[in-house]
């Protein structure tokens, strides 16, 4: 729908009467995956496994209104739009005719956590098969109502037609309970040659209220009666606070509350900016005990590897007959790196009678909504999570804390919608970065310059401290009666978390991967776009350039040699094709061509890059001219929406990999801002990026949100060690670490 | 003819001739063969190695580079009052650049301000002060630039008025302004000391800034130190007519110097920025030597200034606060709803705005660089950490900008008020558009440099 | 209370002088557009039109806009009716997750009724303040082209140019 977002609060909490939506309630997280009992009965695909019911994904209102529910939330990707595509193609009816519901624990399915690029997987899936048995469903019923054999009618614009083209709408045959019915494991899917709106570059649904001003965002969100409220965080991890005099704020204009609940500290004003004016006076007046409890920055992989560890050997495979003859072995290192969304986290809560309602741009309503119930020690059923569009989050930010600060101030001002708006310094400070990480690589080559052996560990914290449980958020554990935080645990594989991408996707005779999971977390740390995965391509793509110049071989060739998959062959095939790679070729003065290759998860999309990187020799300033890639993520949705995030993966890992480093002091972070935390600004954005879409129609849908990054960060780095004969293995590749190396 | 005119008249025609022949040895240099372009190979790497520190401290790639332009290759405008005069390509190409001189033409360009083909070189180089640079310096700089990549690209035309354009009249300039001889060491100060002098005397050429110049355009000797021009930047006086708040001293300078800010002082801008990002990669005991040097001439503080150390500062300026805001309402308000937010927030320096009470640029007799840095703010550096201003060149009018700038001065120092500021700030406004419409920002040579990487 | 025209329209906002426009845009006429990013000058996400010129509205306070006109994304056009700006941002489908970009819109507005034929190097100039955490630069500096294309065809009236002043 291109009309602007109504984030109108009755409409959204009274929903529609005829709705009658039954969701699996195990409460089983789409993440999660228990092990199979003894021979089960097959199970519907997606997230149809834990929400059968084919009316909480598609519903159909007696005028023919489509609504479509997604438990998965719209953070950018474009999913709004892809999932109408999908649906209306299955569905049969017009594009436009179809309105898409996300996240909301009152309304859609548990899908867990927007990420790990699941959501076409999961819900897209889900979507596609509910859709398609809905369709089923109403033919069926048209068929019994015109006394027609099924195989006879056919679908258009929404309606049943038959061959002497009698028509029954949608509206008109959908009855009350129709559509509440569970899911069969397999659905007569469109077949992708007869896509109309499935694999068309449709534009997206939100971009016009965005690009006109219409409310978008939950920051756009203006209810009744709304007040606005400010946190006082404390200035450093575990701090006390001692003591705060607040009457001066008390008395100043508009200020409507002063919230304190041991170290949690938080003013309510009327009005904004009073608020922000109060909340600088507030935090003036709070006195906090610090203690000194980070790390030296300068020590911190030394450290990191020195804690205490869970070693995994996660992947093993010996053959003896490989015998190695040259060997090498590096370190590379990521430091933390912020999420920095663009837009500060922001919630509006509100309590009436005993129910909290929460809108926020988490990526998880329902685990959210969990910790906060337990945070509130209320039952999970009085409070309703809504997701509205924040800015990008990129994995788990401030979003889901300040959810929580949200209702915990609201529940102090019952009936008046509560807005919390964090500043650019409390993002900064407080978001859960994404871990450092600490990668030692060895391998040996074979007399034919083959790879005859592999070693591979990787240090790292775990990738995910999301909420659950209510200790998971900074207000949780602020509070005069705080909750612990949640045992910090490692992601299973094969998604995994620090060991995200460790296996290689490559063939080794002989290979070991060792992961060693930290679970002490010096810096508060969660989920970042793309995981451990990141760094894991990162190291083993700089690697294997490392190893191909040792065997003199082309780094392309020397990638195919050692893959099988045929599917990552043509991606690695097609990147370098439209890079125009050349085995013998000779970049320009002060230029060098890098390429990598990885398959996200080793089992979502597969992405390529090839880059060109150009070095100022005298100051070390690297700047990407140009980057040609090939993704193949399966069926693809939406090729525009696909290249957009292909596009902007390349350049936001050019920005983590070029420039970005969290940094701080003994007791704090003290990169807090723009100034002191340096992303991409215009004057280095490369003059091309050119994507190549492998289709393949009627495959699973392979998500794609975070399979460039990795790729990305690793032919930047090849491209830099070709420009200039040097291998930096440390991130982020600054331009001082660049001239110094050069300088060497 | 009488005796005693004849006489005199050969003594006129002596003095005539004689004077001829000294006029013609000075203005006319012979050339120095041209020599096959060393092989970058041939220089020891440690020699090389000297040359890149020597070179950071004498500032070669500020003027040698051009902005969009390749690293030494020339190009870039430098306005003076006669004129606007190109920096010539450095690279060691063969054609446009230095790629044949022989050491010794090198050091002829260094010592006395003559090319290889003997034509005089417009002090726009300063060899005013390079010819103070000793001859194993010169040996590591033209090891250092014979090993650089090569860039053709020739010169651009100087664009000089009559008789300016003329090289001849230069010989005369250097008759008058010229000093030979290499720094002589002052045996009553430490090697710390001699050593700073060396290089602020020579390579580092400060004086070429921070000295007022005379109507031909050279130093007034015997004001060294007493504030420069630069770009319609002011370049503070260093010596005891300093206007800084708080005396500098050899730990603030080499702190400064060092890191690009200093608590006490501020942030260096301007042209200044480019000296010391340069600055970082030199070793420390150099910019160590050159702060001491510097801190001696700054001279030790009188008692009266002596006693502004920041607290006083502070308590001044509340006291101040009041009484400015009283006579021009209209800049306190500006100040408190633009500026305060950043500059009184005490948040850590030098990201948190400087204390103002601290601002050389208020304390200034001068408020270009005031005025500059309020119409332009700050801009990022490409991927490392420094500060960022906004700029309110497009939310001020000149009317605002003039009330902020005297509330500021009222405020924050205890200077007079300066007079002209509407003039001042209008031609600041118009100085600033025009280098933003002539010159984009540069592409792929080093990033504006400006600050540090690490906060 | 102050006076404020935005988007040609005069509007009577009770706010003390040293509030920035952002906030009076958002909280008292409610206007969207103009984003908090950072409230610190850094980010451009808050970026409007304030007498033809671009302006960063978070560190804008009222002080400084007697008697001057904003203009914000919403005074350019519709989704019915859509500036060349905007037309231009939705066909290049310049967005990921769009946070940034009606700032980015406004200094691209600025810029094109100044210069109609900007550069790549000046368009690129011109964005240095704005950060877009998204990745979708290539985008944009598409998009900005577009719209120096559209304002330029010979159909384009000046109402269909989008400015105001």
């Known amino acids: 729908m291109n009309a602007p977002v109504i984030l109108d609060r009755r409409r959204v909490l009274a929903g529609s009467g005829a709705l009658i939506v039954s ?32 009316d909480s994904w598609i519903r159909i209102d007696g005028n023919g209104g489509i609504t479509v529910f997604t438990g998965k939330a719209e953070i950018g990707q474009g999913f709004k739009t892809a999932f109408q595509q999908i649906a209306a193609e299955e569905l049969d009816v017009p594009f436009a005719s179809l309105k898409v519901v996300t996240a909301d624990t009152k309304l859609t399915a548990n899908e867990g956590y927007t990420s790990g690029s699941n959501s076409a997987k999961d819900s897209g899936t889900a979507i596609q098969n509910a859709a398609a048995q809905v369709r089923a469903l109403l033919i069926a019923e048209a068929a019994t109502r015109l006394d027609l054999p099924v195989e006879n009618l056919r679908t258009e614009n929404g309606a049943v037609v038959a061959p002497d083209g009698r028509r029954l709408s949608y509206g008109e045959l959908v009855a009350a309970d129709m559509l509440h019915v569970q899911a069969q494991p397999k659905s007569k899917l469109k077949d992708p040659a007869t896509f109309k709106v499935m694999g068309q570059s449709i534009p997206r649904v939100d971009i016009p209220a965005k690009v006109t001003g219409g409310a978008a965002y939950v920051q756009d969100m203006r209810l009744p009666g709304m007040v606005h409220a400010r946190i006082v965080r404390p200035p450093s991890y575990g701090a006390q606070l001692t003591e705060c005099d607040t009457s001066a704020v008390e008395k100043l204009p508009g200020v409507v509350k002063i919230v304190r609940d041991g170290n949690f500290l938080a003013v309510v004003a009327e009005k904004e900016f009073q608020a922000i004016k109060a909340m600088n006076v507030l935090a003036t007046a709070a006195k906090w005990k610090v203690a000194a409890s980070l ?9 990191l590897t020195a804690l205490p560890s869970q070693d995994t050997t996660i992947f093993e495979r010996s053959n003896p007959a490989a015998a190695g003859q040259k060997t090498i072995e590096a370190t590379y290192t990521r430091p933390y790196q912020a999420h920095g969304s663009i837009g500060p986290s922001c919630a509006v809560a509100q309590w009436i009678d005993g129910a909290m309602t929460v809108w926020t741009h988490t990526q998880g309503v329902y685990p959210d909504r969990q910790g906060i119930a337990e945070m509130l020690r209320v039952p999970p059923a009085s409070v309703r999570l809504i997701h509205v569009e924040g800015s990008g989050c990129y994995g788990h930010n401030g979003a889901d804390d300040a959810a929580a600060d949200a209702a915990l101030i609201a529940r102090a001002l019952p009936g008046r919608p509560v807005r919390v708006q964090w500043m650019r310094e409390q993002e900064h400070a407080w978001e859960p970065f994404g871990p450092a990480m600490v990668t030692k690589l060895k391998a040996s080559l074979d007399s034919n310059g083959k790879i005859a052996d592999w070693h591979f560990d990787v240090w790292s914290n775990t990738h995910s401290m999301r909420p659950g449980g209510a200790g998971s958020m900074l207000a949780a554990q602020h509070m005069a009666q705080p909750f612990a935080l949640p045992a910090p645990k490692p992601l299973p594989l094969p998604e995994g978390g620090g060991d995200r ?6 063939n080794f005779p002989s290979a070991r991967v060792v992961h060693h999971f930290i679970p002490a977390m010096p810096l508060r740390i969660s989920a970042m776009r793309a995981l451990g995965a990141y760094h894991n391509v990162f190291s083993i793509e700089s690697f294997m350039d490392e190893l191909a110049a040792l065997a003199g071989a082309d780094p392309v060739e020397f990638r195919l040699k050692h893959l ?27 230029r060098g061509y890098g390429f990598a290759f990885a398959r996200y998860k080793n089992l979502a999309a597969y992405c390529a890059v090839a880059s060109e990187v150009e070095v100022n020799r005298e100051t070390g300033r690297p700047r990407l001219v140009r980057a040609v890639a090939a993704v193949d993520s399966g069926q693809v949705i939406n090729p525009d929406g696909l290249t957009n995030q292909i596009e902007g993966a390349i350049v936001q890992s050019m920005s983590w990999t070029l420039y970005e480093s969290v940094t701080f002091d003994d007791t704090g972070i003290t990169s807090v801002d723009w100034q002191t935390y340096p992303i991409l600004r215009f004057n280095s954005v490369p003059e091309s990026i050119q994507v190549h879409i492998i289709n393949r129609p009627g495959q699973p849908f392979l998500g794609s949100g975070e399979t460039g990054q990795g790729p990305a960060a690793a032919s930047i780095a090849n491209a830099i060690a070709n420009a200039t004969g040097k291998r930096l293995r440390n991130l982020p590749l600054t331009r001082k670490r660049i001239k110094d190396a050069i300088d060497a | 003819m009488t005796r005693a005119s004849r006489i005199i008249a050969s003594i006129v025609a002596v003095v005539l001739l004689g004077g001829a022949a000294a006029a013609f040895a000075v203005v006319w240099r012979p050339a120095i063969a041209a020599v096959e372009p060393p092989a970058p190979q041939a220089f020891d790497a440690a020699l090389v190695k000297r040359g890149r520190e020597l070179a950071a401290i004498g500032n070669c790639n500020n003027c040698h580079t051009a902005g969009g332009g390749r690293n030494f290759a020339g190009g870039l405008p430098v306005p003076t009052p006669f004129g606007t005069i190109f920096s010539s390509n450095i690279t060691p190409d063969p054609e446009t650049g230095i790629g044949r001189w022989s050491e010794a033409a090198f050091q002829r360009a260094m010592r006395s301000g003559v090319d290889r083909e003997g034509r005089h070189l417009y002090p726009t180089f300063p060899y005013d002060h390079f010819t103070n640079v000793s001859d194993e310096d010169d040996r590591a700089l033209y090891a250092f630039l014979m090993t650089r990549q090569p860039v053709r690209a020739p010169a651009r035309e100087n664009q000089l008025s009559f008789p300016f354009n003329q090289r001849l009249a230069i010989a005369g300039w250097k008759l008058l ?3 030979h001889g290499t720094y002589q060491p002052d045996p009553k100060q430490s090697a710390e000391w001699n050593r700073g002098a060396y290089l602020v005397e020579g390579l580092a050429h400060c004086g070429a800034c921070h000295t007022p110049r005379n109507a031909l355009g050279a130093e007034r000797n015997s004001a060294q130190f007493s504030g420069g021009d630069v770009d319609n930047w002011h370049a503070y006086a260093l010596n005891d007519q300093s206007h800084a708040p708080v005396p500098w001293d050899a730990d603030a300078l080499f702190a400064y110097l060092r890191d690009g800010w200093h608590r006490d002082h501020g942030t260096a801008r301007g042209p200044m920025a480019e000296v010391v990002e340069n600055l970082s990669s030199v070793p420390s005991s150099d910019v160590r030597a050159i702060a001491v040097y510097m801190a001696g001439i700054s001279g030790a503080p009188t008692p009266d200034r002596k006693r502004q150390d920041e607290a006083t500062l502070e308590a001044n300026a509340s006291d101040k606060a009041s009484s400015a805001s009283q006579s021009n309402a209209a800049g306190a308000s500006i100040y408190a709803a633009a500026c305060a937010s950043c500059h009184a927030s005490g948040r850590p320096l030098p990201y948190g705005g400087i204390n103002l009470a601290l601002s050389t640029a208020i304390a200034s007799p001068d408020p270009r660089n005031l005025a500059n840095i309020v119409l332009s703010g700050v801009q990022a550096v490409e991927g490392e950490s420094s500060p960022i201003m906004p700029g309110f060149a497009a939310s001020m009018t000149d009317t605002q900008v003039s009330a902020l700038l005297s509330y500021l001065r009222a405020r924050f120092s205890n200077q007079p008020a300066w007079s002209g500021v509407d003039k001042i700030v209008q031609d600041a406004r118009r100085a600033r558009t025009a280098s933003l419409l002539t010159s984009p920002a540069p592409r792929n040579v080093s990033a504006d440099p400006q600050q540090r990487e690490k906060p | 209370m102050m006076t404020l025209k935005v988007n040609g329209r005069e509007h009577q906002v009770d706010a003390d002088p040293d509030t920035p426009l952002l906030y009076v845009l958002r909280d008292d006429i409610k206007l969207n557009a103009a984003k908090f990013g950072c409230g610190l000058g850094q980010c451009g996400a808050c970026t409007v039109i304030v007498d033809g010129k671009a302006v960063l509205s978070c560190v804008t306070p009222m002080i400084l806009l007697e008697g001057k006109q904003v203009t914000t994304l919403e005074g350019l056009g519709t989704i019915a009716e859509p500036a060349p700006i905007q037309r231009a941002f939705m066909e290049e489908q310049a967005a990921q997750c769009g946070y940034c970009i009606a700032g980015m819109m406004m200094r691209a507005q600025a810029l094109l009724q100044r210069n109609s034929k900007p550069t790549d190097e000046q368009i690129r100039a011109e964005l240095e303040p704005h950060l877009c955490r998204c990745g979708t630069h290539m985008r944009i500096l598409r998009a900005v082209r577009r719209a120096a294309r559209l304002m330029d065809t010979a159909e384009a009236s000046p109402a269909a140019k989008g400015s105001i002043q």
Do not use: M
């Open chain 1, 295 to 303: 790390p030296k920055q300068d020590d911190l992989f030394k450290v």
């Open chain 2, 177 to 179: 302004f010229l000093r």
């Open chain 1, 564 to 590: 099988d998959d045929s599917r990552g062959r043509d991606v690695i095939e097609k990147a370098a094709q439209g890079f125009g790679w050349k085995t013998s070729q000779k970049p320009p003065e002060n």
């Open chain 1, 23 to 54: 969701f699996s309630i195990t409460g089983a997280l789409a993440q999660q995956q228990d092990a199979p009992a003894a021979a089960p009965p097959p199970s519907p695909p997606g997230s149809l496994k834990t929400s059968p019911y084919l």
């Open chain 1, 501 to 506: 991408n460790a296996i290689p996707f490559y």
